[in-house]
């Protein structure tokens, strides 16, 4: 028979007690689950493979309670009570994704993320899948300095601030709610409702006109990058665009604006993130900040040596700033591949027209399968990154600046992706890969979720003193 495991944490239930099962016999009193609305296909079928205990018969559980804070020996365990273990996990944690790209047209008729549609999160994918919240991302593309540039560019980027709040607040407020603060994660999750929260990619946009900062810390957003791919007039990128006329570093680090959009960003509440600057630009915004930062989506160059990845230099700095990295699962920042198969991909993407993940989105049905069809032959022939390449990453960082600096990020339809977590869908699969490398309960759940929460939290609190000291 397999082995059922009663957790101690909330959502699990007493070993012998569950939804139809008391020591009254089915119909009796039992323990609802606090996440009753969550009964993904992929829980329910792992659900079936397990032959008894805690989840599939009424009798009592024969292992042993498990701590929260034990790890358990997994070479004693089998795949499908790994699995059952990672099941109960995922459903008492809060998962928190932080960086989901969506379209400048997202939350209307041509994208409803109420919808199950052809993007790699919506709703209820989210639900299937058992991500609570998601950091879904005001991001445009570097451009060119000039004030018809950054203004129009800002004009759009508002679009998809209004967006994500049309969708909590218009189109799906019993299904999600809209978070400002920590404490908001956690009571409309308590709510049995999926959460969202803004997060910013690139402060370009906003020109140097710094009071925008706070117009968009207004309309939700919780961090902001002061970069992307290119330097701006706020620092130094990791990633140049000789397009835009980069050769080399700018300023060395963030420029004398830049440290003030930092210092903004503090008296607000507003998390500084790492991700795509320079390393030189990333340690002098730790040195900076008055606050713990985050880096949203980059995972460790120590694994894959690129720019945009984080150095073990920068990770260190992190640990004593008392920040959190999410690594994130986009293949080419995961595990290296041969040459020959990214050849194989541009030739696809030259033949389909597709530069930039707007022309794939923008892709029709046919083409859009025709797409699909032949990058799943190179995948089949270049085996693809998966989400056990992906853990490497957190394993890293937790053994180089340990288990309070890192969480998880997807990158979806952002280039992320890996095989097992290919959508919000298949989020399942990153607990069970935490459970297999033998982490604990506590432990994912601070790698999901409580990590970030602290920084919030602390992020927060900074904002506060900084008020009260006379800086609002």
Known sequence: MARGFALNAPGAYPAGNHPGCSPDGPGGPMRPSVRPMFRSPVALAL???????????????????????????????????????????????????????????????????????RFQNDLPKMREGGLDAGFFIAYHGQGER???????????????????????????????????????????????????????????????????????????????????????????????????????????????????????????????????????????AIERSRAPVLGSHSSVRGIVDIPRNISDETLLAVRENGGVIHPTALGSFVRQQPPERGERIAEIREEFGVGSQADLQALSDEDRAAYDEAMAAVEEEFPPVNVADFIDHVDYIVDLIGIDHVGISSDFDGGGGVEGWMDSSETLNVTIELVRRGYSEAEIRQIWGGNLLRVMREVEQVAAEIQAEGGS
């Open 47 to 117: 659900t079936a493979l397990v032959g008894g205990g805690l989840l599939t018969g009424c009798q009592e559980a024969d292992t042993p309670q498990l701590d929260e804070l034990e790890r358990p020996d997994v070479s004693q365990m089998t795949e499908d009570e790994i699995q059952e273990r990672a099941r109960q996990i995922h459903e008492s944690v809060i998962t928190m994704d932080t960086h989901i790209d969506i379209p400048f047209n997202f939350a209307t008729d041509e994208v409803d993320p109420g919808e199950r549609g």
């Open 146 to 284: 000039t004030p018809e540039a950054t203004e129009e560019a800002w004009d759009r980027v508002l679009q998809k601030y209004h967006g994500v709040r049309r969708m909590a607040y218009e189109l799906y407020p019993e299904e999600i709610g809209f978070a400002y603060t920590a404490d908001d994660v956690e009571r409309i999750h308590g709510e049995g409702r999926l959460v969202a929260l803004i997060g910013m990619e690139n402060l370009w946009p906003i020109g140097e006109d710094l009071s925008r900062i706070e117009e968009v810390f207004d309309l939700g957003a919780r961090y902001i990058s002061v970069t992307h791919n290119g330097h701006n007039q706020f620092g130094d990128a990791a990633v140049e665009r000789a397009n835009l006329g980069d050769d080399g570093p700018e300023w060395g680090g963030l420029s004398p604006l830049g440290e003030e959009a930092i210092d903004e960003m503090n008296r607000l509440g507003i998390m500084v993130d790492l991700s795509h600057l320079a390393e030189s630009t990333a340690l002098d």
